[in-house]
């Protein structure tokens, strides 16, 4: 990976991540999502960032994977030739990453999103999409199954049968339809993505950190399990969060009557 194919910035508690290869409509080489995984991780591990936002260079988004080889190798094999465990390597491990985040992620949608990039934007917890997004699967184009996670969040945010024709017939999903089937949390116009997207990253970064983690945690398993079974992790989430500074603000704040001032802690 090129240094600047993957750009990352921070103001304040609000972290960017860029994917950076705008002439190639930020086509995802393998070492350019090992450079996001790391940078991910990084954010993850120092505690440094209370809200992420992805977003990529220029006139889209991300392309998916880069087909073209040369110098963009997508290395979508591993190194025996195995499609799967290239796969496991790489773009698998960034979409749990986006997805297990002790944050709350925001995808800024900025132009098309085909292939890989749909999961990526779907794999955070929010979409703004601008007026020039459209999310397009194109794996029926070029003979692929379905990948980084798509086949998981279209069929459960959209229902099988939708899910089911926009993959087999590469129909494209614009920014209005997305916001109209719940996919984005709002469309915007193309100059407003990013203030848009930044008012929502700031407010996200100055609620409860660690109840916004747990409660991203308890939706995805909330599909899972039966009713009983997520009431018993409710009241064990209660009890981990009760040891934190965040819940004990919230209930002065609300007792004084007062805005809540949360430290992530």
């Known amino acids: 990976m090129k240094q600047e194919d993957i750009l990352y910035e921070q103001t304040g508690d609000v972290g960017v991540l860029t ?27 120092e505690g440094s960032a209370r809200a992420l936002v992805i977003t990529g260079a220029g006139r ?18 591993d190194s025996a030739g195995h499609l799967g465990d290239g796969m496991r390597q790489g773009i698998n491990p960034l979409i749990q990453g986006i997805v297990e985040a002790p944050f709350p992620v925001i995808a800024a949608v900025n132009g098309p999103a085909a292939g890989a990039g749909v ?11 601008s007026e020039s997004m459209q999310l397009l699967l194109t794996f029926s184009r070029i003979g692929m199954g379905l990948d980084a996670g798509t086949s998981w969040f279209l069929s459960r945010q959209l229902g099988m049968r939708r899910a089911t024709a926009i ?3 590469v129909e494209p999903i614009d920014a209005s339809k997305a916001e109209q089937w719940g996919l984005a949390w709002s469309a915007t116009a193309d100059k407003d993505l990013m203030p848009e997207t930044m008012k929502l990253a700031n407010q996200l970064a100055t609620g409860p950190t660690h109840a916004f983690a747990a409660q991203k945690r308890q939706i995805r398993e909330a599909k899972e399990i039966t009713l009983a079974e997520a009431l018993d992790r409710e009241a064990d989430v209660q009890d981990e969060l009760i040891k934190s500074e965040d819940l ?11 805005q809540a001032i949360y430290s992530g802690r």
Do not use: H, W, Y
């Not at 889209?60 to 094999?77: H, K, N, T, V």
């Not at 603000?249 to 004084?256: S, V």
């Open 248 to 258: 004990k603000e919230g209930i002065t704040a609300f007792r004084e009557r007062r």
């Open 167 to 169: 993959s087999m017939l």
């Open 19 to 45: 994917l950076n290869r705008p002439e190639r409509l930020n086509a995802l080489s393998g070492d350019m999502v090992v450079g996001a995984l790391q940078t991910l991780n990084k954010i993850a591990a």
């Open 60 to 77: 889209g988004f991300c392309s998916g994977a880069d087909l073209a080889g040369g110098q963009g190798d997508s290395r979508l094999e």
């Open 119 to 129: 999961g990526i934007a779907l794999a955070a917890d929010f979409m703004i999409a």
